[in-house]
């Protein structure tokens, strides 16, 4: 399965159809002054939106091309927009954030404005190796249920996901509740609530398959985290691997002595 991204080209916006000059003559670094007025305007913009050109932008703002290129590499450096080679440049897909709070996967999409799914790629049933036997607290050879899942946003790939269960504590776990919110499910099927989580994050680089679910090139950076959840009893719920879009996700984690 192989998931590519489309690119929308939209008309300019309205700002873009009539030449304008920026008011920079109190700002000695116009690359700046052109970056934080394609900021507001990319803020009204929906991700895809084509941007115009260098070219484009130089003549429209009366500014050189060298300037308006410094204005788009500050904004890709900023997350705000992608540059397609030989295409043009876009309005980037706003970043989630995660947190030290512990919110699940849907409610993080939630507070960004997307509209979180799940596409289903694998349900099975296998015996814990030793590995896994540990992360859950079970015996090695118990009965597992494997979930993978690729999370989207909008429609868009954003994480892929493989989650483990016990198969003894969560027998008759109906697949077509996995389209949504996992942990949702568990409370209103099972009355199953998490509580607590411990995770550890790591940068990896996506293999063939990982990529092409993701749509992202072979070798691109991601982020693989490792999640195991607790109920308010102290016990194990789920075990799980994460391998989220490093242009997309990122941590934000407050730090004290």
Do not use: W
């Amino acid at each position: 399965m192989v998931r590519t991204t489309g690119c929308t080209y939209a008309p300019l916006a309205p700002e873009y159809q009539q030449p304008s000059t920026l008011d920079v003559e109190m700002d000695s670094y116009k690359h700046e002054a052109l970056r934080r007025r394609l900021e507001a305007d990319i803020s009204r913009m929906r991700p895809d939106t084509a941007l115009p050109t260098e070219r484009q932008l130089a003549q429209r703002y009366n500014v050189s091309r060298a300037t308006a290129r410094r204005a788009l590499q500050a904004l890709r450096e900023d997350g705000l927009v992608r540059s397609v080679r030989g295409v043009g440049t876009f309005v980037a897909h706003p970043r989630i954030t995660k947190t030290s709070t512990l919110t699940s996967f849907s409610e993080d999409l939630r507070s960004r404005g997307y509209r979180p799914s799940a596409e289903l790629l694998a349900a099975q049933r296998l015996e814990a190796d030793l590995h896994h036997a540990t992360a859950l607290g079970v015996d090695p050879g118990t009965t597992l249920l494997r979930i993978e899942r690729l999370r989207l946003g909008d429609d868009f790939p954003i994480c892929l996901e493989t989650v483990y269960l016990s198969a003894e504590r969560f027998p008759d776990l109906d697949e077509s509740l996995l389209t949504g919110s996992l942990s949702e499910a568990l409370q209103i099927t099972h009355g199953v609530r998490v509580v607590r989580a411990t995770q550890q994050i790591r940068a990896v680089n996506v293999t063939g398959r990982q990529a092409g679910l993701l749509g992202v090139k072979e070798g691109s950076a991601a982020l693989l985290v490792r999640r195991t959840a607790f109920d308010d009893t102290g016990h194990v719920v789920e075990y799980g691997e994460s391998l989220c879009r490093a242009d997309l996700y990122e941590f934000s984690l407050v730090v004290t002595k």
